[in-house]
């Protein structure tokens, strides 16, 4: 279960949307010191969430070893708030359940299944992240390998 914490962390740095979809706000609310007047409209930024330095240490480095604990559990659903990967409470995506699990079982299948490594021309794999959007800096080139025996995958 440890590797699957490389989804959250995933989630954290590339989200699927840059922003949640736009809410309006019913009444005046001061939230966190900031005045939010009645009828205004408002867009929660994923990408400045997930990368913000006051919250992450690092935030542009992927580091899945933030997310370990001694909860055994994978949550991509956060009470905190930290990662919006399928928006919140009450008006966050009824599929997040569904989701989260056929995430889960496709990467684990994916790391069963398979032996993932380099490109033979590259000497390792840049992971870094681009800074202006929801992708990394560079392409991902792996050579996948099947890990099980041949009759075991579909034809």
Known sequence: MKKLKILKEAFRLHHVAPFNLPHMSTTDV??????????????????????????????????????????TCVELKEPDLN??????????????????????????????GFTWSPVPSESKIDISVSKSDLFMAKPLNAVVTPRLDPNVYPA
């Open 30 to 71: 001061v939230v966190d010191g900031y005045f939010i007047p009645k009828g205004s409209h408002k867009l929660i930024s994923r990408m400045g969430i997930g990368r913000n330095p006051k919250v992450w240490d690092k935030p542009l480095k992927f580091d899945p070893e933030r997310h370990l604990s001694n909860n």
């Open 83 to 112: 990662i919006i990967t399928f928006g919140a409470e009450r008006r966050g995506c009824m599929g997040a359940d569904i989701g989260s699990a056929m995430t889960y079982m496709l990467v684990a299948r994916l790391i069963q």
